[in-house]
């Protein structure tokens, strides 16, 4: 059971990325999933989640309308587009799946080894 997210680096601040968190061993399509991130010197924090049928998505207030959550069951992937990346966006992305779609970190049993974005000024 594993989940592999990929897809950070380093941006200019404007820029885009796309994380991308891939599940393999066991199929994760009746999941929700979550996006999280810890910057340095704070606390994992909340960015985006979807349900398992893509019906419902929340954001952070942070990235609304800058980030957009997708999936695709059927290659067992969920995405992250993030668009008008900032500085303070810089931190350590991680993917989490768990069977209820909320923001609340304690709900995701399944988490991904994390992917580092970095945003230059």
């Known amino acids: 059971v594993q989940l592999q997210a990929s897809g950070g680096g380093l941006v200019q601040a404007g820029g885009s990325l796309r994380l991308s968190c891939a599940a393999s061993g066991r199929t994760f399509s009746t999941y929700a999933k979550g996006w999280f991130r810890r910057a340095p010197g704070k606390e994992r924090e909340f960015v985006a989640a979807?349900?398992?049928?893509?019906?419902?998505?929340y954001y952070a207030d942070s990235v609304k309308g800058r980030f957009t959550i997708s999936r695709d069951n059927a290659k067992n992937t969920v995405y992250l587009q993030m668009n008008s990346l900032k500085p303070e966006d810089t931190a350590v992305y991680y993917c989490?799946?768990?069977?209820?779609?909320?923001?609340?970190?304690?709900?995701?049993?399944?988490w991904g080894q994390g992917t580092q974005v970095t945003v230059s000024s």
């Open positions: 979807i349900s398992w049928n893509a019906s419902t998505t």
């Open positions: 989490a799946g768990g069977t209820k779609v909320t923001p609340v970190l304690r709900y995701y049993d399944y």
